[in-house]
Nanobody
């Protein structure tokens, strides 16, 4: 069984910074994409940032230049450094991973339970 556990959320003032972490554990054979999504009240969940195993990244336009995604492949962990936070960044942030649990298995998507990020003045 695979688990994704997020940490690092909380409240921060406008312009501040937070760093989210997500560790994948369990029966993992191979880990491909890891990423962060967010969902604000009344909105659909949307991709914030994604990173491939080789380090290629992609970001939501509104966070480019402010957020940085990184990963530690040895520890199956992904990070999201969030700087210059704005009120519109307030949301529940979910960790996402695409992985295989066996050599002949399929690539499946797993989710964390989410961590709340609240930005206000």
């Amino acid at each position: 069984q695979v688990q994704l556990v997020e940490s690092g959320g909380g409240w921060v003032q406008t312009g501040g910074s937070l760093r989210l972490s997500c560790a994948a554990s369990g029966s993992i054979f191979s880990l491909s994409l890891m990423g962060w999504y967010r969902q604000a009240p009344g909105e659909q969940r949307k991709l914030v940032a994604v990173i491939a195993s080789g380090g290629t990244t992609n970001y939501l336009d509104s966070v480019k230049g402010r957020f940085t995604i990184s990963r530690d492949n040895a520890k199956n962990t992904v990070f999201l450094q969030m700087n210059s936070l704005k009120s519109e960044d307030t949301a529940v942030y979910y960790c996402n991973a695409v992985l295989k649990i066996s050599p002949g298995g399929t690539w499946d998507t797993y989710w964390g339970r989410g961590t709340q990020v609240t930005v206000s003045s």
